[in-house]
């Protein structure tokens, strides 16, 4: 009986984790769209101030170190969790949600430091796509940390058991991909303005 | 357009109240008194439990798709309401302002649009699909339950404001599709549009999740020896259907949100200056709105494969094109969205490519209706009404498929481009095609769903109604389409227009009779159940494994999982006296409790398109955390299932 109830257990994580997958090609169209939006409106500055005249490298570069280090932190706290060690697996989300924390504060503070310039998004329909395309990102990852807020509410609240453990296996595919999208922002928008 | 916001009630004021015209002030009262009307009979007959327990937080598909299909048709009378008012206005409105102000007349056209594309024929596909697929393959329930109400309820939260623009407000101007410059804050400020932009997207978010929902469904939880070439045409198509669905919407996202940021946030993306590139909008949202017009299509075309089959007793003829026909359609779909704006200004190259596609896809459509030819060729028909609706689809789908290969010849375009010989041809593919089908398929699985038959009668009445109403309202549009009328006339001065206007007036008039004739069915059929019933669970000598289970179905749908070993293998074990295999069950099955987090989500939803539309941020805010708030409960609700015992003395079969 316990063998079945196993079974019928790991055909729904199945289902889950294709659905997941499924979802995550959807929100990778949508990214698409965005960024050949961004593509077609990447010249229209208006008169208004470019990306070379914006860009701070060094913002740049810690951002994108916070973020890529946050997919091995989370990527580890999976790993602890396949492993049996919840404690470790929970310590690792933290570190994950700082990570992620102290990215979005950096994005947070460069997208006010544009609009205080100036540069908002109702500059120009460069600056209009640019803040789509990099605050649709930031919104991805808040909802992954409230996402892993609450899975390490529930790694200290609940018995720790097969479905926490699909919920974080899903939750560190959605950060990887939004690992993947922040490369893609960081050499489509970021990269060609300081070559 | 320096508005006044106040914090508390954003631009909501008295000047919202809609006493700009009577007719939209009676529209408003109406929608009302629906409401209040609704809300008051629950009331008086002391249902408010059941309707709660029952219907509204049940996350069985049958419910949900139950109740989705009720929502259609409630939007299929107001999508009407605004097609027979435009076809009076355009009777009357030679030389004259008709009845109708300008700015109300453009609302009607918009709001009739949007209504049947995304309130009606939504809604009643998606409720198809939830009745019917997991009965198909033989699945105790949809892969996510409770995410499939969710779905519902967002769907419903578009619809609900859809519905209060009329009371609260105004409705867009600017047409079904929303182009810019014109939709932009510059030239049409106030609410119309941000209602149109967050109904369709509250309900898009819903519709995404469908899509995932029924292709994690179909591909994963089939009755074993199931295999996808056994599946019948209507899963088949379910299944295109989805997955056009998981591309194709963020498309309508993205477009919609970024005219969002436009209106709402000074943003340029469409607009004329600073940057904007308004072509872009054409493209983002017929990228969505091509393969949208096949999402809705191809689960019709399912229908008709069932119903044909059925009704002619013989078996599908060509299954395997049909099969192949619908996956390249799917694909296809995404490489003619150009056709709907050849005139945009495209090099000559450009638009041949696209044309040459757009002609290409009539090829894998006529492969399908040639099927249905040699499906009915040689076999015993029987004229019910399920039946009448196809084939009168067959006939009259084939004059607008022709009018279509006609609109893809870019020169051609040119000249018809905006008139009514559009309208004519896409109400001659949607109608006959979309709306044919669906109500083929509430009258062919009525009985599974409810143990009685709607009366074939009143059936037969409103096809014929709907037929030549069809032909008498559109027919006239493709001839003024050639002399030259353009689309959208709220009035105009030519002589020559009028009488096929009052034709097509007449056609509108038959089509009423036709709706009518559809709810004298439904009310004739419950009144005479008891004659009316089916016992048998097969009522129409069916072949797909939902007739093999009783009418309605159990909560559980199988009392146990068949073993399919070939297409139509119910129809096979009928006739061969030798039953179904099935998989040994256990002796309780697990069902998935009612959840609270569907309507939870559809009144977030509601909230956050309200507050967005009305600039009360207050709102959209607590709507959101209600919806987030929501799913995070969800997170730890423990004991989401419950145990029933299918053998309560249940046949199988």
């Known amino acids: 009986m316990i063998a079945a109830s196993d079974a019928v257990e790991e055909q729904i994580d199945s289902e889950t984790e294709f659905g997941f997958w499924l979802y995550l090609m959807s929100d990778a169209v949508l990214f698409s769209l965005i960024f050949a939006t961004f593509a077609v409106m990447s010249t229209n500055l208006a008169g208004g101030p470019g990306g070379a005249d914006l860009f701070d490298i060094k913002n740049l570069a810690v951002q994108t170190g916070l973020l890529l280090i946050s997919s091995l932190t989370i990527a580890l706290a999976h790993h602890a969790a396949v492993g049996g060690h919840v404690a470790r697996a929970a310590v690792w989300l933290v570190v994950t949600c700082i990570l992620g924390a102290g990215f979005l ?4 503070r460069e997208l ?34 409230i996402w892993a807020l609450t899975l390490i509410v529930q790694t200290t609240l609940t018995q720790p058991g097969p479905r926490l453990l699909s919920r974080l296996s899903r939750l560190t595919l959605f950060w990887h991909f939004l690992d993947i999208v922040w490369i893609g922002v960081f050499s489509l928008v970021y990269l060609p303005e300081f070559l | 357009m320096t508005e006044h916001v106040s914090l508390l009630l954003g631009r909501l004021g008295p000047d919202a109240l809609p006493f700009y015209s009577w007719v939209a002030f009676s529209g408003a009262l109406v929608t009302l008194a629906g409401g209040v009307g609704f809300l008051a009979v629950v009331t008086w007959l002391g249902q408010w439990r059941a309707l709660w327990t029952g219907w509204l937080t049940s996350v069985d598909h049958k419910r949900i798709g139950i109740m989705y299909i009720v929502l259609a048709l409630v939007m299929l009378v107001r999508g009407f309401v605004d097609a027979i008012m435009m076809r009076l206005q355009q009777a009357l409105s030679y030389n004259s302002d008709g009845y109708l102000p300008p700015e109300h007349f453009e609302q009607i056209f918009s709001s009739h649009g949007t209504i049947m594309i995304f309130f009606m024929a939504m809604p009643f596909m998606t409720g198809l699909l939830n009745y019917i697929i997991p009965l198909q393959i033989g699945a105790r329930d949809v892969a996510f339950p409770v995410l499939n109400a969710i779905s519902f309820w967002l769907t419903a939260a578009g619809a609900g404001l859809m519905l209060i623009s009329l009371v609260i407000g105004r409705f867009s101007t600017a047409g079904w599709t929303g182009y810019p410059p014109y939709s932009g804050v510059e030239f049409t400020p106030g609410v119309g549009v941000d209602y149109w932009i967050w109904s369709i997207m509250v309900s898009g978010v819903g519709t995404t999740m469908t899509g995932i929902n029924f292709v994690v469904t179909i591909l994963r939880k089939r009755a074993p020896g199931m295999l996808l070439m056994r599946m019948p045409m209507f899963t088949w198509t379910g299944l295109c259907s989805s997955i056009l669905i998981i591309f194709a919407f963020p498309a309508l996202t993205v477009a919609t949100g970024m005219l969002a ?7 340029h993306f469409f607009t004329n200056d600073a ?16 393969p949208e017009v096949y999402i809705l299509i191809l689960p019709a075309f399912g229908i008709f494969s069932e119903v044909v089959a059925t009704f002619s007793s013989k078996r599908l003829f060509g299954y395997p094109s049909l099969v192949y026909a619908t996956a390249v359609i799917a694909i296809l779909s995404f490489t003619v969205w150009l056709h709907h704006f050849f005139t945009m200004g495209a090099s000559a190259n450009v638009n041949a490519v696209f044309g040459i596609a757009t002609m290409v896809i009539a090829v894998p459509t006529g492969v399908k209706v040639f099927d249905w030819l040699f499906t009915m060729f040689r076999g015993r028909i029987r004229f019910e009404p399920p039946m009448l609706y196809t084939i009168g689809f067959m006939c009259l789908f084939v004059i607008g498929g ?16 905006n008139t009514t010989f559009l309208v004519a041809h896409f109400h001659n593919m949607v109608i006959p095609g979309v709306l044919f089908g669906y109500l083929a398929g509430y009258m062919y699985w009525f009985p599974k769903a409810f143990g009685f038959h709607l009366d074939p009668t009143w059936g037969a009445r409103s096809f014929w ?11 006239p549009l493709y001839l003024l389409g050639l002399m030259g009328m353009p689309r959208r006339m709220e009035t105009y001065g030519n002589a020559e227009w009028q009488p096929l206007l009052i034709v ?20 004739v059929s419950i009144k005479y159940r008891r004659a009316l019933r089916d016992t048998t669970g097969d009522p129409w000598d069916g072949r797909t494994l939902e007739w093999s289970m009783p009418s309605p179905p159990p909560e559980w749908n199988f009392d146990a999982v068949p073993v399919v070993t070939t297409r139509d293998a119910f129809h096979e074990a009928k006739y061969s006296g030798t039953p179904m295999k099935s998989v040994p069950q256990p002796g309780t099955l697990h069902v998935p409790r009612n959840s609270v987090v569907g309507p939870c989500m559809g009144f977030g939803g509601f909230c956050v398109g309200f507050g967005a539309v009305w600039f009360i941020w207050w709102l959209a805010l607590a709507g959101l ?10 997170a730890f609700v423990q004991n989401t299932e419950r145990e029933v015992a299918p053998d309560l003395g249940a046949k199988t079969t």
């Open chain 2, 275 to 290: 940057g904007g590139n308004m072509m872009n909008y054409m493209n983002l949202f017929w990228i969505w709105g091509h």
């Open chain 2, 504 to 523: 097509a007036f007449i056609g509108a008039c038959l089509i009423l009779m036709g709706i009518v004739c559809l709810v004298i069915q439904l009310w």
């Open chain 1, 105 to 108: 504060v950096l994005e947070v």
């Open chain 1, 112 to 145: 006010t430091e544009f609009v205080v310039k100036g540069a908002g998004p109702d500059r120009s329909g460069y600056l209009s796509a640019f803040f789509t395309l990099v605050g649709t990102h930031g919104l991805h990852v808040t909802a992954g940390l």
């Open chain 2, 465 to 475: 109604f709907w037929l030549i109403g069809f032909l008498l309202a559109f027919m």
């Open chain 2, 402 to 417: 022709m009018s279509g290969v006609l609109l893809a010849i870019p020169p051609i375009n040119y000249s018809t481009h």
């Open chain 2, 625 to 634: 955390a209600v919806a987030v708030g929501a799913l995070i409960g969800r």
């Open chain 2, 261 to 267: 940021l436009d209106r709402t946030l000074g943003m």
